[in-house]
């Protein structure tokens, strides 16, 4: 475990995917904030990625508060003939800070590949939002015993001419598909092996700032198995889909990652 002087501060990033109606997530949102006001979190940074159509009225709601707020996808391109798109200054301009990109299920049913994620990240940071890469290996792959020839080969891609101003400009998460959604996790172990690679992966990349860049394991991540991964060193963080749903399931996971 890293020592308290040159621990990386978590980051816990909710992952609501298509789920609750705008009115939903504003009545959730008053709640939670109640909530985490009475929690310790201060060791942690929380974010909540959530339908573009939730961001105006829930950063509205946030304003001052220890939440942020961030988007699921992102436009390629800047702006244009492009229906149905949303850029990165919009989602920026309606509230958010950070943008999930090349999340799995986005490779899997939009067709996305490394070269559309590299381009999505390109806009994001040139648009001031925070892309939280995302890279993962299927459960053939990982059988197949090439997960981190996949992952690394996803970073790659991804990566091509990205260069972040810093280590608060850009995060990776590593999400093996097969526990994503599933309930079935990565062991500590497999979680922080991974991590350890794609950590030596973003330190040849971008030296300092890659060893002070924010690393997320996601996949099935719960109370009860949080706080064993976030404790590796190169698990800086979840990105977490059901469990972020549930106010109570989100507050354990943030008092987990002390
Ligand atoms: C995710 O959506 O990125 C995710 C990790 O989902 P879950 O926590 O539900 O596995």
């Not at 621990?7 to 995917?17: M, V």
């Not at 990240?121 to 020839?149: F, H, Q």
């Amino acid at each position: 475990m890293a020592s308290s002087q040159d621990r990386i501060r978590p980051l816990i990033a909710g992952n609501w995917k298509m789920h609750k109606l705008p009115s939903e997530a504003t009545a959730w949102l008053r709640a939670f904030l109640e909530d985490l006001a009475a929690t310790e979190h201060g060791h942690c940074d929380v974010l909540l990625n959530v339908p573009s159509t939730h961001l105006a009225p829930m950063a509205a709601l946030a304003r001052g508060t220890d939440v942020m707020l961030g988007a699921q996808d992102v436009s390629a391109h800047q702006q244009g003939a492009y229906t149905g798109e949303l850029s990165a200054a919009m989602l920026r301009d309606a509230g958010a800070r950070y943008v999930v990109v090349g999340h799995s299920e986005r490779r899997a049913y939009h067709a996305e590949d490394d070269a559309l994620v590299n381009a999505k990240l390109l806009r994001s940071l040139e648009a001031g939002l925070v892309p939280i890469l995302c890279v993962g290996e299927r459960e053939d792959e990982r059988l197949a015993g090439r997960a981190r020839e996949v992952v690394l080969r996803q970073l790659e891609g991804g990566l091509q001419g990205i260069e972040p101003s810093g280590p608060e400009a850009l995060v990776i998460a590593y999400e093996p598909v097969w526990a994503i959604g599933t309930g079935r996790t990565a062991t500590a172990d497999d979680a922080q092996e991974m991590g350890a690679a794609i950590r030596a992966a973003v330190v040849e990349r971008f030296g300092d700032t890659g060893r002070a860049l924010r690393l997320l394991y996601g996949g099935s991540m719960k109370p009860g198995n949080a706080a064993e991964l976030l404790e590796r060193d190169d698990v800086n963080g979840g990105l977490i889909g059901g469990a972020s749903l549930d106010a109570a399931q989100l507050l354990a996971i943030v008092e987990a990652a002390r």
